[in-house]
């Protein structure tokens, strides 16, 4: 018998990493420019008076941040605000359609995990398909590269501008 | 910029509640019966496509695309197999939003929503000879098949941009109309778009030295009215703006290639050298070789 969709299920998504390190490290690579580039995409937090923060310097609530390649610096992606940054462990912005993204950050099992919620998506049909579905996709690639480049250093983000359509871009 | 739309006929646009582009290269003829349109970009990924809006046929080839705006009607004729044409159409709400956001800033936005705003953005509406424009489209159309991280993000915000550089463009465009001295909205408008549509010409067939009876002609005027009223318009005769043109166009080969100066004035069309230093020195304030790619 087929089964009827609940869309009350995809205003919400919710994923997590464990990774081998420090609820500091890992609130650094979410709150600091310099951080968010190191594993995810360029990124420029910017004060309430606009003035830009330096790159170790942690983004506070309300200050705006803008996301771009790290092949095509030019390209902005996204922009938006943070909603929440208590400095510690919960970290929040808006993103895709202004929808926002929280950072939660606790250990678990003698393990830090990261938790990313990105919530009240709209449930029509394009929005599932466009953003619950490639946001989701989006996040599983950089929470495996954040792990990645904060246990080893290694960065699996494609360094080839040249090179469009993977995964890792 | 003015409130009001579509004065002309009692045409209510659709409503699109988010971004379409409609591109796929034609198995079959294909054709669609004149209906009405929202603001969107008409183009030909490749080949050659026609467009009617308002019964006017626009033929569109590559890095050529037709801005329509709402209100306006659209039909598609015997668009014959193999044709690849790409239609963009903008969630109806974005036009204003960014328009409203420019003008008064993303704060007032939250302080006073508006519900019934609806600007005119057919100062724009013609066909446009932009690579830029048409590479965007292009890349949109690759996005949509996209398997790279957060693709339908990248699409929005390049629609975003796209239509903040177009709303940028047809306000810098009412601006300029608004130097037409005729009484008539409807008959500033027509005169802006013929005038326009002339300068395009223009700056694509800069190097053949068009006429003023060329350009006279591609604005279906009378050269000595289109004369006037291109004054008008620019505040620059259209030698002059060809000059201009010419002469921005040898500071960008001389920046970015190794010909020399008989080369340059052969590729934009100008006969003599020598006068082509000094009016170079005039512009620039410096001689050609001051620009020249080390």
Known sequence: MAQEFDLSKFTEFKLRVNVNTSIENAYRAWASSAGVGSWFLRATYKDQDGKPRSGDELAQEGDEYALAFTTRPDMVICTGKVLKANGRDLFSFSFSKGCPVTISIYREQDETIIQLIESHLPTDEETIRRHFIGDTKGWIFYLTNLKSVLEGGLDLRNKNAELKSVITQ | MPETFNFRSEITPPVYNDHFLFAEQLQRPYECPECPSNIGLLTAASGSCHYFVNGAKNQLDQDQVFFISRGSTLAVKSMAKG???????????????????????????????????????????????????????????????????????????????????????NQEAYKHSQNIQALKAATRLEIFKRISTAKDWMEAHYQGGPTLEDLAAVASMNSQHFLRMFKQVYSITPHQYLIDLKLKKAKQLLENNELTINDICQAIGFESAFSFSVLFKRRFGLPPSHFRRT
Do not use: C, N, W
């Open chain 2, 83 to 169: 044709v690849y044409p790409a239609l963009l159409f903008f969630h109806s709400r974005l036009p204003d939003l960014v328009m409203f956001s420019l003008q008064y800033g993303g704060e007032v936005l939250l302080e006073k929503p508006f519900d019934t705003l609806p600007y005119d953005f057919s100062y724009l509406e013609r066909t446009h000879v932009d690579a830029g424009i048409f590479a965007t489209i292009v890349s949109l159309i690759d996005l949509g098949a996209s398997s790279s991280s957060f693709a339908a993000l990248q699409a929005d915000m390049t629609i975003r941009s796209l239509f903040e550089d177009l709303v940028l463009k």
